[in-house]
């Protein structure tokens, strides 16, 4: 046991993990190769665990498919042929844009073991961001389904000379139609015997996911193949998995919580992992939570409040079901959410937090840890995290408790992701002193819990989604009305925000509803749904620094209808550097 450089002894924290004993555990032969794939599938059958289902997909129309450890590692050693095949090199990328299907787990497997990084897209994202993400990611291959393929992708194919292959999946199981350089990868998979995975470390790149930044491009987190370690580690602290459970992660296969949580933590822990092909509907979902016996739940805030919105009878008429724990990330819980779980579930809501960056849970409510509603918990073993403030350009650790800071974390945890791709410079500014700055704002309590504040930087929690504002302003620029544009989040009742902007036109443009719905239907064409403003103001001009600008925080409070700008960044500045608007 070593103590976090903070003064206050609930800040005690084990550094000295035992991370070994898990890589021994998964990594087979002492031969100094680790690879997710194998770990999440011939692992198991290995130890005679290849009959047990390791996927249960449940359609639109609730129709199901089992997939068990040995078909899946079958279907992956197929896919990874497949890839080998067309020549992908190890630490290419494979980018895959498909919603909750099955062919999901032998893909990203399939690219595991090929060697490749493993990069799956929101669907809801438009045709502009999935562009941006294709490029900044040098994706060589696409898996995508030919619906999406064909309404996002095909049109703006010429510009990515870098994708190579497409390979689609037909609507409903069935076969592709003929489209130029495409291939039907279900068809590929059955006629191609399977392989075994390359020789890959625990360095080894493994999976990419974009993280909106508050300017420049978006930018993509890499982690290696060493993140399964904390995967593992994580899905038995927090959620106990084992052999006998059904785990429900219902997360969006975008969202790295799906990597993490809906594909490798619940496969390296032997578990079964329940997917539903359909976005959130309260009474389908107790009703799967009920039929399938789920025992582990990971969802979002905004998915609990989606459901409290339904009524408590509702959900006590599924009170008897077979749930140990159920568990959120993305956005704040409160107490009441907590509670309300325990009413109307029989099991409390667990808050846990994390980010793309961190790879995997850092900080949570787990059985073991002690419990507090409405805090974030506290940090797991192996994790050193403290509240640190920047003064001058030294980070120091805030000594008294329940005092505003920002959350830092230790650099030594197995999924800390190892660099960025794309973005401007935003690495350097994180990184302090062997500290990782989140950029969330959080105080401690006396007894170690963190309780979230807010953000240092401009970002937008939209239904658990993190939406970057210089993405969104960046395509509103595109349209020649637009001169100036600033987003920012609004607060709303389900969603915790959503995207407005402010924006001051070119000449000869007259604002008016006209324009608003011109501007709110190119948005959403370019963006698609989830980024597109929902709502465009318009203003002379736009409130800016003296280096030109936009702040942002000004256009919150407008939206906030606040009198003025002042909120917590001001009060508490960030590292000087750390972000635009300083
Ligand atoms: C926010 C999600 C409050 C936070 C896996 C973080 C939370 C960002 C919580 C990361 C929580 C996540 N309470 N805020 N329990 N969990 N966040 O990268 O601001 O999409 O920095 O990863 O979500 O979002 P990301």
Redesign the pocket.
């Given at each position: 046991m070593a103590s976090a450089k903070s003064g206050n002894a609930a800040k005690t924290v084990e550094t000295s993990f035992p991370w070994d004993e898990t890589l021994a555990e998964l990594s087979g032969p002492a031969d100094g190769c680790l690879n997710i794939a194998t770990a999440c599938a011939d692992h198991h059958v290995a130890a005679g665990r290849g009959d047990n289902v390791a996927v249960r997909w449940l359609g639109r129309r609730l129709e199901r498919r089992d997939i068990t450890y040995r078909q899946l590692a079958d279907l992956s050693g197929r896919a990874a042929a497949v890839l080998a095949g067309l020549g992908l090199a190890p630490g290419d990328t494979v980018a895959v844009l498909m919603d909750r299907v099955p062919e999901l787990y032998s893909a990203a497997l399939g690219i595991w073991k090929a060697g490749g990084v493993y990069c799956p897209l929101f669907a809801a994202f438009g045709p502009g961001p999935i562009k941006a993400r294709l490029e900044v990611g040098r994706a060589r291959v696409l898996i995508a389904s030919e619906e999406l393929y064909l309404r996002k992708v095909a049109p703006g194919r010429a510009g990515l000379p870098q994708l190579e292959h497409v390979l689609l999946l037909g609507e409903d199981g069935g076969s592709v139609r003929p489209h130029d350089g495409c291939s039907d990868f279900r068809a590929l998979l059955a006629a191609t015997p399977p392989v075994g995975p390359v020789a890959t470390t625990p360095d080894s790149p493994a999976f990419l996911h974009f993280?909106s930044g508050t300017t420049g491009t978006p930018k993509g987190a890499l982690h290696t193949h060493r993140a399964v370690l904390a995967h593992l580690v994580t899905a038995r602290a927090v959620f106990g998995l084992g052999e006998a459970d059904i785990f429900w992660c219902t997360a969006d296969p975008g969202?790295?919580?799906s990597t993490a949580y809906g594909v490798i933590a619940p496969l390296a822990a032997g578990a079964t992992v329940l997917v539903d092909e359909a976005d959130v509907e309260p009474r389908r979902w107790y009703g799967i939570l009920h039929d399938e016996k789920v025992t582990a739940w990971y969802t979002t805030p905004t998915a609990i409040r989606t459901m409290m919105r339904f009524g408590a009878a509702l959900a006590r008429s599924y009170r008897e079901n077979s749930l140990r724990v159920v568990a959120?990330?993305?956005?704040?819980?409160n107490g009441e959410a907590v509670s309300w779980g325990q009413k109307a579930l029989g099991v409390p809501f667990l808050?846990?937090?994390?980010?793309?960056?961190t790879g995997a849970i850092v900080v949570a409510n787990a059985p073991g840890q002690g419990r507090r509603p409405g805090s974030?918990g506290r940090a797991l073993p192996g994790v050193e995290a403290a509240v640190m403030r920047c003064d001058g350009t030294a980070p120091k650790a805030v000594e008294a408790a329940d005092t505003v800071g920002e959350l830092a974390l230790r650099l030594d945890w197995p999924s800390m992701f190892s660099g960025y791709l794309g973005g401007n410079g935003l690495l350097t500014n994180c990184f302090r002193e062997g500290w990782y700055f989140?950029?969330?704002l959080v105080k401690q309590d006396a007894d170690g819990f963190f309780w979230?504040i807010g953000?240092v930087d401009d970002?937008i929690?939209c239904g658990?989604?993190?939406i970057g504002p210089f993405e969104v302003e960046g395509m509103l620029m595109d349209h020649p009305a637009v001169a100036e544009v600033g987003v920012v989040g609004k607060p709303d009742l389900l969603l915790r925000e959503v995207p407005v902007a402010f924006a001051s036109l070119n000449p000869g443009f007259e604002a008016g509803d006209a324009l608003r719905a011109e501007l709110l239907s190119f948005a959403r064409q370019e963006l698609g749904n989830v980024l597109a403003p929902r709502e465009i103001y318009f203003v002379d001009e736009l409130p800016k620094t003296f280096t030109g600008k936009i702040l942002r925080r000004v256009l919150k409070a407008k939206a906030l209808a606040e009198p003025d700008g002042t909120d917590l960044l001001a009060a508490l500045p960030p590292c000087p550097g750390r972000f635009d608007d300083e």
């Open positions: 993280t969202w790295i919580t959120s990330v993305g956005e704040p819980l808050d846990t937090w994390w980010q793309t960056e974030m989140t950029g969330d979230f953000r970002m929690k658990g989604l993190q």
